[in-house]
């Protein structure tokens, strides 16, 4: 799959940590000892307010090397330098330190069902004071829920702050999502297959949304997607991971759905 | 697309050669037949153990009709002591439950897999907890009647280790059965391990920690209603002056007495159950 690379836009080996907000390089990851590897050697780079495809077929392992960029799972070697930082060697307070500049979306939307929309949104203020001011909305101080509801705002949904997140549709979920990633002030906003669990017309919607937190608030944006229109509209560099290697690192308008639906072959 | 049939055809030629229908239940294996076996021995060796004995019933028979007539009227002279008796019975039911899941919380985050801080201390904790459980409560009334000496509170310390042993089992397997996506969000967001707990964890297990104490209030009335046999307080105690003085009426108006508390708390646990889970959904 080689020749699906483009070596003149190879950003992560050209470019250097320094300038970049997140740099890789040589990642591998397997879960059992001394068995295949999910992915090994992996190098990219992803630089402020870009917006970034990951694709690969089920298994190719996006949503490990997501995790892995994060150390939400360890990586087996290879090193993550965060804005300028090492993450690597980081543990506890100073590694949530980094992990509070990351917004990070499921697809699964992993908002607490039980509680309203604006408690969930606060949480999204944990990463910068933690405690039971941040619990639920009712113990928040005034700033703290007024900038909620500025999150909820952007995202179209300030009228169901007092609605319990199990009464949402999906869409709606995500969005709510989205806002509590808002909440963090992140630097970059990791999604892992953020439309994946709704129908096209939301999950049209949500990358919408995403488009315009890029353009209008800067974000960097960094998501994975099985949907190749979606990385080819809204994603200004593609990375493709085939056979455990990343084979791709292209930016996208030098790409055709045709060029990357191989990536599914 | 004759072509498209064909290949159609051979695939479906080759997934009937290569597979066939399973059977619809497995044979069982000698192991199997052998522990069988085993167990109907055993069982009728514990019938025998066990002093079953239809002979013994029907001679008995004429006993249990006599004492069922004297229980008939049940007496009413000494319904005053005999109703604060089982109030105290309640008290103690009910200052016995909510110490014990109010300690059974912590214990719960220190033995679920998913809280607690290390592996050494869950096993600890389980371990507690299992032997708080294991222990009948007539054995702890026992030993808390020949430490504490006779009366209610002695009954309050036996149930409030025995609601440990119960909801702190099950107020940590509610917690591991959370949906860890949540829990993970905010990890990844930098969230401390107690934000975890009480912003995920407690909220998704709530409604098992409802139900479970709600349980857990049922059965330490039932309980503490025995308890008093041993010493620790309640009508227990006074049930038994009753048999043992051969008042069966009066044994009989306490047993009523006992029927309307604990069928009150059930109704009343049964509604408050669908009340707040209700709501829930």
């Known amino acids: 799959m080689s020749n699906y690379a483009d070596p003149s836009s190879l950003a992560s080996a050209s470019v250097s940590a320094a300038s970049s907000l997140l740099q890789v390089s040589g990642l591998s990851k397997s879960f059992d000892n001394n068995s295949t590897p999910i992915f090994s050697d992996v190098n990219f780079s992803i630089f402020a307010s870009q917006s970034v495809a990951l694709i690969g077929s089920n298994g190719a392992g996006k949503s490990t090397l997501l995790r892995c960029c994060l150390r939400l799972i360890e990586p087996d070697s290879g090193s993550i330098v965060f804005d300028g930082e090492a993450i690597d060697k980081k543990s506890g307070r100073s590694l949530s330190k980094v992990r509070n500049k990351v917004g990070f979306v499921f697809q699964k939307h992993c908002l607490v069902p039980r509680l309203s929309v604006l408690s969930n949104v606060i949480h999204g203020n944990l990463a910068y004071c933690q405690g039971p001011r941040n619990w639920l909305h009712g113990f928040a101080r005034q700033e703290v829920r007024e900038r909620a509801m500025d999150c909820l705002a952007q995202v179209g949904l300030a009228h169901l702050a007092t609605k319990r997140c199990d009464q949402l549709s999906g869409g709606q979920s995500q969005r709510v999502a989205i806002a509590r990633a808002l909440m963090q002030q992140p630097t970059i906003l990791f999604a892992d297959e953020p439309t994946a669990s709704l129908d096209p017309q939301s999950g049209q919607e949500i990358m919408e949304l995403f488009e315009r937190l890029v353009k209008d608030n800067g974000l960097t944006l960094f998501f994975v997607s099985h949907n190749i229109e979606h990385a080819l509209k809204y994603a200004d560099r593609v990375l493709g991971l085939q056979e455990r290697r990343l084979s791709l690192d292209s930016v996208t308008h030098t790409q055709s759905l045709q060029s990357l639906r191989a990536f599914y072959g | ?281």
């Open chain 2, 1 to 281: 697309m004759d072509k498209l049939n064909n290949e159609f055809t051979k695939d479906a030629d080759m997934t009937k050669a290569t597979f066939e229908t399973p059977l619809r239940f497995e044979r069982p294996s000698i192991i199997s037949h052998v522990l069988f076996a085993l167990f109907v021995l055993f069982f009728l060796w514990s019938t025998a153990n066990a002093g079953l004995s239809i002979s013994e019933l029907l001679s008995g028979f004429p006993n249990m009709a006599t004492i069922a007539g004297e229980m008939v009227p049940p007496a009413t002279d000494r319904v005053w002591p005999m109703a604060n008796a089982i109030l105290v019975t309640f008290q103690m039911a009910l200052v016995g439950t909510v110490i014990g899941i109010a300690v059974s919380i912590p214990i719960a985050i220190l033995s679920a897999r998913n809280t607690s801080p290390h592996p050494i201390v869950r096993h600890i904790t389980r371990s507690v907890v299992s032997f708080f459980r294991t222990v009948p409560d007539l054995a702890w009334a026992l030993f808390f009647v020949a430490s504490v000496g006779l009366g209610p509170f002695a009954g309050t310390l036996t149930i409030i280790v025995d609601t440990i042993g119960f909801c702190a089992r099950f107020f940590a397997e509610s917690m591991e059965e959370v949906d860890p996506g949540p829990s993970e969000a905010l990890a990844s967001i930098g969230a401390s391990p107690m934000d975890r707990i009480a912003v995920v964890l407690m909220p998704g297990a709530m409604p098992s920690f409802i139900n479970i104490s709600l349980f857990s209030l049922e059965k330490a009335v039932r309980s503490s209603v025995v308890l008093g046999l041993v010493g620790a307080g309640g009508i227990g105690a006074e049930l038994a002056v009753s048999m043992e003085m051969f008042r069966y009426d009066q044994a009989a108006m306490i047993v009523l007495m006992i029927f309307i508390l604990v069928f009150a708390v059930e109704q009343f646990s049964s509604s408050t159950r669908n009340r707040l889970l209700g709501q829930s959904k």
